[in-house]
């Protein structure tokens, strides 16, 4: 089980530009979540998504569209990058039953916008 | 408007002494609190979670305490090790989708 993979695990972008992060899990979890990290600011929630097909807002969602096609993948998009999204964006998945909350995280991408 | 208030920023502790590390919340809906700690390089890892119908839960050397009336809890590490430096992250849970609110973390150093 690689558990959740975010791809790529860098990525320098001008402002302006576009580009996609995916995030994969192998462990059939319905939830999936977007988060962003700053200095000082712990984990914010981005987007999240309860199933294939659905998405749904989080705290700080302006700037980001995201997309479930598949239910092992959720991808993030920048559509006009700008230097305030400079940030580590992980992604997280859990299980939807009752015996469990915890969120699996994956490594991490280090996106920094010029 | 920060949900979920942590502190200290910063804490140094001794191999072999105790880390405590507090949180407080605002949300009265919020129905699951875990502990999350990170590595440099690394995404958050559960390392213990606790419901509010409980006022403590001990896993090893870690210990949360939870006071629902106060709206607080913390987390204990006894015993601290150098391998426990790390940042730490506690959490609040509401929602269908079970949406994580974090503090703002506490960067734990135990020295050898």
Known sequence: NA???????FRVLKTGQSMTLLCAQDMNHEYMYWYRQDPGMGLRLIHYSVGEGTTAK???PDGYNVSRLKKQNFLLGLESAAPSQTSVYFCASSYFGTS??????????????? | QQQVKQSPQSLIVQKGGISIINCAYENTAFDYFPWYQQFPGKGPALLIAIRPDVSEKKEGRFTISFNKSAKQFSLHIMDSQPGDSATYFCAASAGSARQL????????T???
């Open chain 1, 3 to 9: 558990g959740v993979t975010q791809t790529p695990k």
């Open chain 1, 58 to 60: 989080g705290e700080v």
């Open chain 1, 100 to 114: 469990s909350y915890e969120q699996y995280f994956g490594p991490g991408t280090r996106l920094t916008v010029t």
């Open chain 2, 101 to 108: 609110t974090f503090g703002s973390g506490t960067q734990l």
């Open chain 2, 110 to 112: 135990v020295l050898p």
